[in-house]
T-cell receptor, first 114, second 115 residues
Framework: AQKITQTQPGMFVQEKEAVTLDCTYDTSDPSYGLFWYKQPSSGEMIFLIYQGSYDQQNATEGRYSLNFQKARKSANLVISASQLGDSAMYFCAMRGTGRRALTFGSGTRLQVQP | EPEVTQTPSHQVTQMGQEVILRCVPISNHLYFYWYRQILGQKVEFLVSFYNNEISEKSEIFDDQFSVERPDGSNFTLKIRSTKLEDSAMYFC?????????????FGPGTRLTVL
């Protein structure tokens, strides 16, 4: 079984500051992928970033980076230079070996304050 | 940029009625998915579909649910006899089907309300 835990139901950050959204996972699969999605108030799910369990480098996509600590089973999302448009729900998800299903965490609601 | 589309954006139905939710996946994608999100809760996997058959399904995807690719572009989710607890946002997603990341791209969702 796979499990994603997001312990921060809500976070506040000042505009232009960096913020870290926590994600821990549990799986017995030998390889897996970790994903972050953004869900604005309009409801759509927007893919942000991916990290493979065997990737040597932490993933980065523009202002998003993933702080992947395999031994701790954590995959925290770092958003640098927060913008008002970053206010949204953020979901961490994983997919295990040989599976297609994404398992999602409960999400973190981020509010960026001017 | 290609995107997944879903219709309708909002569907209201009476308990016990059949509903069909429609999706057009990204054209070169080979895997298709349905997820649901009950209001305020996490996103849950329902089913994945590849080569005209179900490749994986969750416990939620019982006999009340079915999926179909009726033509070369559409992908549908049918709920045969809706229940109050089926009220949720239903997301369609698609992916290329490559090894590694194989990112799933989501549509905007259909909000289903069962009265």
């Amino acid at each position: 079984a796979q499990k994603i835990t997001q312990t921060q139901p809500g976070m506040f950050v000042q505009e232009k500051e960096a913020v870290t959204l926590d994600c821990t996972y549990d799986t017995s699969d030998p390889s897996y992928g970790l994903f972050w999605y953004k869900q604005p108030s309009s409801g759509e799910m927007i893919f942000l970033i991916y990290q493979g369990s065997y990737d040597q480098q932490n993933a980065t996509e523009g202002r998003y980076s993933l702080n992947f600590q395999k031994a701790r089973k954590s995959a925290n999302l770092v958003i640098s230079a927060s913008q008002l448009g970053d206010s949204a729900m953020y979901f961490c998800a994983m997919r295990g070996t040989g599976r297609r299903a994404l398992t999602f965490g409960s999400g973190t609601r981020l509010q960026v304050q001017p | 940029e290609p995107e997944v589309t879903q219709t309708p954006s909002h569907q209201v139905t009476q308990m016990g009625q059949e509903v069909i939710l429609r999706c057009v996946p990204i054209s070169n994608h080979l895997y298709f998915y349905w997820y649901r999100q009950i209001l305020g809760q996490k996103v849950e996997f329902l089913v994945s579909f590849y080569n005209n058959e179900i490749s994986e399904k969750s416990e939620i995807f019982d006999d009340q649910f079915s999926v179909e690719r009726p033509d070369g572009s559409n992908f549908t989710l049918k709920i045969r006899s809706t229940k109050l607890e089926d009220s949720a946002m239903y997301f369609c997603a698609s992916s290329v089907g490559q090894a590694g990341a194989d990112t799933q791209y989501f549509g905007p969702g259909t909000r289903l309300t069962v009265l």
